[in-house]
């Protein structure tokens, strides 16, 4: 889809150039993803809306109207709320660990009048928004300056922290991930990159000796082995393979799946929701779905080639990065190729935070698109 050329001439689009922008495309796909993960909540409880697939599609609903209206915003205004966003989203994950409730053995969610926040949530988004501002004024030499390095590095690593304490693994990795994968994006040099990775691999004797807590090593033991205890803290992998292995090439059929039905698998309907799929669509289904996955990365990385400034590039690849990053870890986990980590899987998993976190990430990247001919100075303040 081009842009209409008067609405480029000026370099200002109506509400209307803004809408006929949209990549409806990856609307569509975001969707369809979408409605696969309602039918999975539908099934892993019996057949039935209710508790979860009811939620989940007002959720969306709610999701949907913010996609658009972020799409529709100026990619500028995106740019001089970066910060602040991060701030804010760093000032409630403090709030987690000071006033905090706790929920499965970890302090992650924060109440807000109404509303109950999982903060690590919206900071993913925030910090990439963060950072793809403040690279979006270096150049690819200043980068790998220790002094330059410094500001981005402890953005990392504050929330990082904050989020490791609670635990959260699986959050913590994804933020040192997406912080990462940016520095790399932005030119990073190899001479910081290659001694950071060596650095790393020699302190996981002292992570395991002082960092990690005894369930997330219980959790990496049974990785290894989770035969030895199936009954216990191998159960929930135990039986995530189960149910993926006997779907088979075609799967049970829909609402046929017994693991779920019966209550044998774990977070049936958060974290290990993909293993129900599993069941039912089986190994064809299974793969029909990464391709949508892998379909709708796609659109994000050509979102970014397309961009103009710098921070429209950065910021489509962090956020579907991110998007990545999710079902990666997710998909691993229930399949056992690394530890049990608290990932759910985009879209598709049943939660609140994490659906509005996705598809406010959605409408930047599409914000991104609409707005791909906007030129932003490199050492511009982006304030309209």
Not at 136 to 155: C, D, N
Not at 187 to 193: D, M
Not at 259 to 283: A, C
Not at 339 to 363: E, Q
Request: charged share 10%; aromatic share 10%.
């Amino acid at each position: 889809m081009t842009m209409r050329p008067y609405a480029a001439a000026r370099g200002a689009l109506s509400v209307a150039d803004k809408l006929y922008e949209i990549n409806w495309g990856l609307v569509l796909l975001i969707t369809i993803i979408a409605c696969i993960g309602f039918a999975m909540l539908y099934s892993v409880a019996g057949g039935s809306l209710s508790p979860w697939a009811d939620k989940q599609m007002i959720r969306f609903v709610i999701g949907f109207a913010l996609m658009i209206g972020v799409a529709c915003i100026d990619i500028r205004f995106w740019l001089s709320f970066a910060y602040p966003a991060y701030a804010v989203s760093l000032v409630l994950l403090v709030a987690v660990v000071v006033a905090g409730h706790a929920g499965l053995g970890a302090q992650r969610w924060i109440t807000l009048g109404p509303l109950e926040l999982q903060p690590s949530e919206p900071m993913k988004i925030a910090l990439v928004l963060a950072l793809a501002r403040y690279l979006h004024g270096l150049s690819v030499e200043e980068v790998s300056k220790p002094l330059r390095l410094t500001i981005p590095l402890l953005m990392i690593a504050m929330p990082a922290g904050l989020v490791a304490i609670q635990p959260n693994l699986g959050t913590t990795l994804i933020l040192a991930a997406d912080g990462t994968a940016l520095l790399f994006l932005a030119g990073l040099s190899w001479w910081w990159i290659a001694p950071t990775l060596l650095g790393t691999a020699a302190a996981i004797p002292i992570a395991w000796r002082f960092v990690l807590h005894d369930y997330q090593k219980a959790r990496v033991l049974t990785f290894l082995n989770p035969e030895s205890d199936a009954l216990g803290a191998g159960w929930n992998i135990t039986q995530a393979k189960i149910a993926i292995g006997s779907g088979g090439a075609a799967g049970k059929g829909f609402l046929q799946g017994t693991q779920s039905r019966l209550n044998f698998l774990p977070e049936k309907h958060t974290d290990f929701i993909i293993t129900n799929f599993g069941e039912e669509f089986g190994f064809v289904g299974c793969i029909a779905l990464l391709i949508l996955f892998a379909v709708v990365i796609g659109y994000g990385v050509q979102t970014a080639m397309s961009a103009r400034s710098q921070f429209g590039r950065l910021l489509a690849m962090g956020i579907i990065l991110n998007f990545f990053f999710y079902i990666m870890i997710n998909s691993a986990m229930v399949m056992g190729l690394i530890p049990v980590v608290g990932i759910p899987m985009p879209l598709i998993s049943y939660g609140g935070t994490a659906m509005l976190a996705v598809m406010f990430g959605f409408g930047l990247l599409l914000s991104v698109h609409v707005h791909r001919q906007v030129e932003i100075p490199r050492h511009s303040s982006g304030i309209i």
